[in-house]
């Protein structure tokens, strides 16, 4: 299958399992949600864990391998960052603990590619962030916990309760959140608000309709 197939069909069926994972879809609900055939589906698929699977490798592809645009040295510390950070957003608003929870119990096996994705962004980050330090661009933290603290913070960050009872927004959370890593990661002479584009881009990703 092509690539914009794959894209097509992931934004498609992803609105209904992050909420609920994928053990409960049948085949029919399948079908209706990507609006295609049933001799369609098997034309790609052989079955509805190959789906997922090819769901896992897609999430894999697009999420957890690090974007070209972070290891181009050409290109600013801070666009590269907004990268670093806009994947992490991604992360966390796609693969849901009700997702991973249905990967980790019905197709064990996808878990160690995921694995294996994570293992190779950590190395590729901590390229980056030493690249910063090197250059006198960052301050000399230890990568690792930098990065690392993200996906719990912004699953954290996303709780209805904590948006309700603090009065604020999703967007606003985000915003917040980078706002803090940013000026953690890089001395005052690189700080630049006028060239970050951070708001848009959260903007856009909590528009997009599988979000």
Do not use: W
């Not at 999420?63 to 806009?86: A, M, N, S, T, Y």
């Not at 694995?115 to 950590?122: E, L, N, P, V």
């Amino acid at each position: 299958m092509d690539r914009s197939a794959k894209t097509k069909y992931f934004e498609l069926i992803l609105p209904h399992i992050r909420k609920r994972g994928f053990s409960y879809l049948k085949i029919d609900e399948i079908l209706k949600y990507l609006n295609i055939s049933k001799a369609t589906f098997y034309k790609h698929f052989s079955s509805r864990d190959d789906l997922i699977e090819q769901l896992v490798i897609e999430y894999a592809s697009r999420v957890v391998d690090v974007d070209p645009i972070v290891l181009d040295d050409k290109l600013p510390f801070g666009q590269r960052f907004q990268r670093i950070f806009e994947q992490a957003l991604l992360s966390v608003l796609i693969m849901t603990d009700e997702f991973y929870s249905d990967i980790k119990q019905n197709q064990p096996a996808l878990i160690a590619h995921m694995t294996a994705a994570q293992t190779k962004r950590c190395d590729l980050l901590q390229q980056f962030y030493r690249e910063g330090f090197d250059k006198g661009v960052f301050h000399a933290i230890n990568p690792v916990v930098f990065f690392l603290q993200d996906d719990p913070v912004l699953r954290r960050l996303t709780d209805p309760f904590l948006l309700n009872y603090y009065d604020t927004t999703l967007k606003q959370q985000f915003l917040d959140y980078y706002a803090i890593k940013k000026v953690t990661l890089f001395k005052g002479d690189f700080l630049n608000p006028a060239e970050d584009g951070m708001d848009r881009i959260i903007t856009d990703l909590l528009k997009n309709s599988y979000i």
